[in-house]
């Protein structure tokens, strides 16, 4: 592995949680002298302790070997707090309502941020009956596309994912649609606030 949980990480995160060594060692079945190795360097806890350490810290066991602890505020799960994470390797779109750890490939995803729309990327946005027709005029060749249209609303995410050499369009069921997301694999993530009627 590259990567592997330091005793750093866990030093940090024992004292984050108020934990002596003593507890620690108490709560995972070894002893001190072991935490105190692990945190001066001169050792690493075996991979069987990794989920136990975890289940200790309050954390995943990826928070753990990433050292990224993610401190999400949004207990109460809001979609309009929507996060897209997009793969560079294979275009896997994962979409979470907060802070997140995720991999793809091997590769740790951070969130896309949102930019306003721009000449380049232009979003048309009709109201048809109790939908939002949505297009964008853009090309979409295997090079470069659009990859998924995105409409979120509080408690609702509606996604239509996109291929190249098709149409960059979309409909939505207006029910409550606050934002819409749509992602260039060159230029990233775009929103819009559709206007209301």
């Known amino acids: 592995m590259n990567q592997y949980v ?3 990480v866990i030093k940090g995160l024992r004292e984050k949680n108020n934990v002596t060594q003593l507890q620690l060692a108490d709560k995972i079945g070894v002893s001190d002298k072991t935490i105190s190795k692990w945190e001066t360097g001169k050792g690493y806890p075996d991979i069987t ?3 136990p350490i975890a289940n200790a810290l309050s954390v995943s066991v990826a928070e753990l070997i990433s050292g990224n602890t993610v401190y999400n505020s949004n207990i109460s799960a809001n979609m309009l707090r929507s996060q897209f994470y997009v793969c560079p390797v294979c275009g896997n779109v994962i979409h979470g309502m907060g802070e997140s750890v995720i991999h793809c490939h091997g590769v740790l995803l951070q969130p896309e941020e949102a930019e306003e729309t721009d000449e380049d990327h232009k979003i048309f946005i009709e109201h048809v009956e109790d939908e ?5 005029k853009h090309e979409m060749t295997k090079n470069h596309y659009i990859s998924f249209i995105a409409a979120v609303s509080s408690d609702r995410m509606q996604m239509v994912k996109l291929y190249p050499e098709g149409d960059a369009q979309a409909r939505f069921k207006i029910n409550g649609v606050k934002k819409i ?9 775009f929103s819009v606030t559709p206007a209301k009627n």
Do not use: E, K, P, W
């Not at 939002?132 to 964008?136: D, F, G, R």
């Open 132 to 136: 939002y027709y949505v297009q964008i």
């Open 49 to 51: 302790l990794l989920d």
């Open 181 to 189: 997301y749509f992602y260039c694999n060159r230029s990233g993530l």
């Open 6 to 8: 330091t005793g750093a």
